[in-house]
Nanobody
Framework: QVQFVESGGGLVQPGGSLRLSCAASGFMFSSYGMGWYRQAPGKERELVAT???????NYLGSVKGRFTISRDNAKNMVYLQMNSLKSEDTAVYYC????????WGQGTQVTVSS
């Protein structure tokens, strides 16, 4: 019953911003690190950002300085603020526990295009 529900994706122009949300359930949320992942057409899924239970963060080099991962343990939520979006950010974005074999949720589509 571990579940992740992503939302907030959409179509945005280059340079624009989006805020993705992930609602987690079925486990003690505050005890686990979380990660945002993405998969673009024809490419492998890649880890975009992580946040530990101690709120330490790390980012994929290509998004560093543009994306910010955060969490709200009281709400069992993880967020990904995406600024200065580029076409190469286009992908389906997923969240799950970092370093844990969870099932993937449905993801949320982010399309950056003019």
């Amino acid at each position: 019953q571990v579940q992740f529900v992503e939302s907030g994706g959409g179509l945005v122009q280059p340079g624009g911003s989006l805020r993705l949300s992930c609602a987690a359930s079925g486990f003690m949320f505050s005890s686990y690190g979380m990660g945002w992942y993405r998969q673009a057409p024809g490419k492998e899924r890649e880890l975009v950002a992580t946040i530990t239970s101690a709120y330490s963060t790390n980012y994929l080099g290509s998004v560093k300085g543009r994306f910010t991962i955060s969490r709200d343990n009281a709400k069992n939520m993880v967020y990904l603020q995406m600024n200065s979006l580029k076409s190469e950010d286009t992908a389906v974005y997923y969240c799950k526990r970092w370093r844990y074999e969870d099932y993937w949720g449905q993801g949320t589509q982010v399309t950056v295009s003019s």
